[in-house]
């Protein structure tokens, strides 16, 4: 498997996601540039977390322009992995490979805690090898995380199972007290239609080393091996 | 072709939570402005363009809000003016 980072122009996470598939997979990885028009083969892009073009306009907006998008959203289109972890997440509602936007947190307060998530569907290309209820504690960092999108694309997402996480307290209620942004019914993540791209604020690449506090994480890059090498 | 100085203002869809106007809300009832029954915090935007005519000019920048500008999702927007400089 190989994995493509994209790094754009104040991506800070992206370093992590290399050194998380290259250390902790034992896999190739490689960054893409945001100016080039190559994945380099790669099987699997990764938008990491940071805050491309300075977060200005809206999070993401300016970073669907570049170059290697236009080949992500290609890439995405003919069935291939994406994910997209926090800025990625915002990169992946704003060019259109997600439904939704993420606005400021409802606390307007940015923040950066451990949180519980609740896996809402296995049918994922990132969560195939996880168990639906499963319980994963991961860190958030962002100011801009609450999802948002209207009554009716909610409504689908649910029905056709693409919430993917869901934020929960300790005994795996999504309540209001365990949203730490204020998003729509508690969503951390959400898949597209085929399952194949999957976008979400936590950061499963800071959640692979036990000196880290977690582990968790590594069950989206197992279950990725495992449908790459299906 | 003339130059066009066009301003945008982008605000919050009604009835999404707005947590930035609310807290601007709060403020100002602190200082006394009881009157104040809402605050929308949003963006100021003032784009110079050539184009045929101030109407040309409102056509192009909406067609920007459209697909960069303001978020489809979560935001409304409104041309504001268009002066001809």
Not at chain 1, 144 to 158: F, H, Q, S
Not at chain 1, 164 to 188: C, H, K, L, W
Request: glycine share 10%; charged share 20%; net charge negative.
């Amino acid at each position: 498997m190989k994995v493509g980072v994209v790094s754009f122009p104040g991506s800070n996470c992206d370093e992590d996601a290399l050194l998380a598939v290259v250390e902790r997979l034992d896999e190739d990885a490689v960054l893409l540039w945001h100016k080039d028009h190559d994945l380099q083969g790669a099987d699997v892009v990764i938008l990491p977390g940071g805050f491309s073009y300075g977060d200005y306009l809206r999070a993401g907006a300016i970073a669907r322009f570049s170059p290697i998008m236009q080949e992500v959203v290609a890439h995405a289109k003919r069935g291939g992995p994406v994910i997209g972890i926090c800025n990625g997440f915002q990169i992946a509602c704003e060019a259109g490979l997600l439904p939704g936007a993420l606005l400021r947190n409802a606390s307007l307060q940015f923040r950066s805690m451990p949180v519980t998530l609740r896996v809402e569907t296995t049918d994922t290309v990132f969560t195939r090898a996880a168990e639906v209820g499963m319980r994963l504690t991961m860190p958030i960092a962002h100011g801009d995380g609450r999802y948002t999108a209207d009554e009716a694309t909610l409504d689908r997402l649910e029905a056709e199972g693409r919430v993917v996480f869901r934020y929960v307290d300790a005994r795996g209620e999504a309540t209001a007290a365990a949203n730490p942004n204020g998003s729509m019914r508690n969503i951390a993540g959400i898949a597209n239609a085929g399952g194949t791209v999957v976008g979400l604020m936590p950061h499963p690449e800071r959640a692979l080393e036990p000196l880290l506090g977690s582990t968790d994480g590594l069950v989206l890059f197992q279950s990725l091996l495992a449908a790459v090498h299906a | 072709m003339k130059r066009f100085r066009v301003s945008v203002h982008i605000v919050p869809r009604k009835g999404l939570l707005d947590p930035q106007g609310k807290a601007v809300t709060d403020a100002l009832h602190t200082l006394g402005f009881a009157a104040v029954a809402d605050v929308h915090v949003g963006r100021h935007l003032v784009i110079e363009t050539d184009a045929a005519d101030a109407k040309a000019a409102e056509g192009s920048v909406r067609e920007m809000c459209t697909r960069l500008l303001a978020n489809p999702v979560t935001e409304d927007f409104e041309i504001a003016a268009v002066v001809a400089t």
